[in-house]
């Protein structure tokens, strides 16, 4: 419909057309959970079913069947629709292996960062020794 300018055309006009129609409320009246809202019966909604234009037969027969002869859905239905819908063991390997190495960095930089404020503080502490004994040696 995309690459058809004339159907997008119609389209266009016939939702106007049933937006004025609808008045106040839109299209089809009151939204669901409204107290006034009556849900369609089967009868109305294959009436318009059977008032569209360009599906096949199999499609008019396949919806008339579902329309009629509701089915619940399976849990096969909606593994196929919807996907897996948790995590596979891949998922969880990938994410401990970038949890892990992105430990390992900051424990890194981590013994980086205590070593070298230990060194300093020797450093500091030697110097000190070294004044103290300097200071010794010239009072004697």
Sequence with gaps: MAEDPVNQ???????????????????????????????????????????????????????RENIFNPKPPSPEDFMRQYGHPGHSSREYLVFFVMLALILIVFALFGYKLYKSLTEKELKKQEKLKNKQQKKAKKSN
């Excluded at 006009?13 to 839109?26: F, L």
């Excluded at 009246?29 to 009556?38: C, I, L, S, V, Y």
Aim: hydrophobic letters at 40%; proline letters at 11%; zero cysteines.
């Design 9 to 63: 055309q119609a389209f266009a006009e016939d939702v106007a057309a049933a937006a004025a129609a609808g008045g106040p409320a839109g299209f089809a009246g009151p939204e669901p959970g409204h107290p006034d809202f009556k849900m369609p019966s089967p009868e109305e909604i294959w009436k318009l079913v059977e008032g569209m234009e360009g599906i096949s037969d199999d499609e008019r027969a396949e919806l």
